[in-house]
């Protein structure tokens, strides 16, 4: 039975005048001034962050990848604001590493879009002698061993 959220259950223990309650305020209240001071120094919040992988068991390399690959996004979806890009639009991506070329799709031009990649492909299998049936084995393939 739910009768409350978590902010509305932090409201009632901030309410409570007990002794016992007392443990849970004081770490609520523990809990804001540490997320004020992160507004005021986002560098904390990124400490934060490290700290907790860590206490996970993530090796540092890891947890160094995961930081600087969230910092880049949103690098990249701040300069796609500036672009005017909204977060319905559609894009198909390309690339290998390194490069990412975006392609805005269309509604009308999807089937288009599709058919300019899909025929080279389609070509290639028929050089190289696929068929349907290799391409869905390879298809399972890549699935399993995910």
Known sequence: MNCANTKDVFRIIQSVLS????????????????????????????????EYYELKG???NWIDKRIGGIAVRQDLTDEWKEMGIKKSDQFMVFGEAGTV??????????????DE????????????????????????????SS
């Open 117 to 144: 990649i899909a025929k080279p492909l389609r070509e290639a299998a028929k050089q190289a002698g696929l068929t349907r049936a290799d391409v869905k084995k390879a298809i399972k393939d890549v699935r399993n």
């Open 19 to 50: 002794k016992r309650a007392e443990p849970f305020k004081l770490w609520l209240a523990k809990f804001g001034q540490e997320r004020i001071e992160e507004i005021e120094n986002p560098e904390l919040a990124q400490d934060r962050v490290k």
């Open 101 to 114: 070329i975006l392609k805005k799709i269309e509604t009308p031009a999807i089937k288009k879009t599709f």
């Open 58 to 60: 993530y090796p540092k």
